[in-house]
């Protein structure tokens, strides 16, 4: 199962667009337009089309795991935010003329704890007492998305990923495919994903398969609902939750595929050896259609160690 090997892609806006679709349902729609999401169709709620200014907020667990898993205070230490903007804002919305984006002003908030002296005496010295170094371990759940190289036309492909340690085991992996010409273009969303008229979707750790049952989907003919049941179950899983709200429809969701593949239960062998990731793809017609991008979001395990006493932070659990 050969494949060529993708690299990391940081594309906030992919990974935000996915994160929410699986993450959020309909009771959350309307705290999500200040976030833009769906400005397009209620832009008059927060755009002004006099002088064309809009605000809005963006949490940070909509982008990072560690925001989103972490909830207990850190002591004594120093974060900062680094924002990178693309080169073209033509991905950031849909028209018919050219626009341009200015950012006037950001404002990164963040809850502080201020103890006063002698509680702050207190936790210092209980950090003393407790180990010399202090090493506090963070785990969480992060979010890495890969771009993979465009489908070859072709009734079936495989595609490796990467190698992992068992320290980063993954435990979902959501694949979403899109119309290379979708980019760049005003007049087209660039957040739309497509089924690509796939069949099964099958994911390798090593010699391990998941899901253990092909999906066996024809959309054609709207044979889809294990590709759906699997979307619709992933808050039950990920969040701990008795009921499921997906955000989309059955019928949305063949408009705006991504599929979703549960990993979390993996056998005690895997725990102790690197991890090969890899994707086949499957397609009930001749080929795969052309100019297919596909992109692989992956969460898995995470953990930081902290150093309250010098503020310094090393990745891994050691």
Known sequence: MGGEQVAVIRKPGITTTMKTMISFGQTHMTSLRTTGWGLNKQKQDILDTVSHIFSGKLPLEYLMGFAEDYTKG????????????????????????????????????????????????????RINRSNTNAKIKLAYRMWDLYELPSLRETASDIRAIKTTNSLERPRYIFVGFQHTDNFNERSKDASKFIHADVNNIRLYLNSEVYPYERWNLDFDKKLDSPAYYAYEQFQRSYFDRDMSEPML????????????????HQPDAMKTSTVDIKLEFETRKTKFPANTRVYALIIHDACLTYSALDGSVQTGAA
């Open 74 to 125: 850190i002591l004594n230490v120093k974060q900062e935010l680094i924002l990178i903007i693309a080169r073209s804002f033509k991905n950031s919305y849909i028209g018919e003329v050219d626009a341009d984006l200015e950012i006037n002003k950001i404002e990164w908030k963040i809850k502080h704890i201020m103890p006063e002296d002698r509680q702050k005496l207190k936790l210092l010295n």
């Open 249 to 264: 429809a059955i019928g949305d969701f063949r408009e705006n595929c991504l599929f979703i593949i549960d990993c979390c």
